[in-house]
């Protein structure tokens, strides 16, 4: 089982950067992917999720300065986020929501979380 986030890093407030995670074909092939994230101090929580065929899902604080896409051979989702706020830092991970679980207490928890990346924003 492989979950590998990568290209975070720290930009200025309305500044962009693009994600990518790499997952394994037993957790890719047939599953929506989706991204999550973890800020200090609080719950991971859901930022957007696509389906085998594109369709894309959003939580409301990201709705129209994040895009999620996947590439199907090669295993990998993407993430570019624009226009950041302070308030998108965290650390940002993958996985299919088939693996996922919400706990009312710590948020959304899973046995595969795998390597997240960390993203600060500047104010």
């Known amino acids: 089982v492989q979950l590998q986030a990568s290209g975070g890093g720290l930009v200025q407030a309305g500044g962009s950067l693009r994600l990518s995670c790499a997952a394994s074909?037993?957790?890719?092939?047939?599953?929506?992917m989706g991204w999550y994230r973890q800020a200090p101090g609080k719950q991971r929580e859901f930022v957007a999720s696509?389906?085998?065929?594109?369709?894309?899902t959003y939580e409301d604080p990201v709705k129209g300065r994040f895009t999620t896409s996947r590439d199907n051979a090669k295993n990998t989702v993407y993430l570019q986020m624009a226009s950041l706020k302070p308030e998108d830092t965290a650390v940002y991970y993958c996985?299919?929501?088939?693996?996922?679980?919400?706990?009312?207490?710590?948020?959304?928890?899973?046995?595969?979380w795998g390597q997240g990346t960390l993203v600060t924003v500047s104010s």
């Open positions: 996985n299919t929501p088939r693996l996922t679980r919400y706990n009312s207490r710590v948020g959304y928890m899973s046995d595969y």
């Open positions: 074909g037993s957790i890719f092939s047939g599953n929506s």
């Open positions: 696509i389906s085998v065929g594109g369709t894309t």
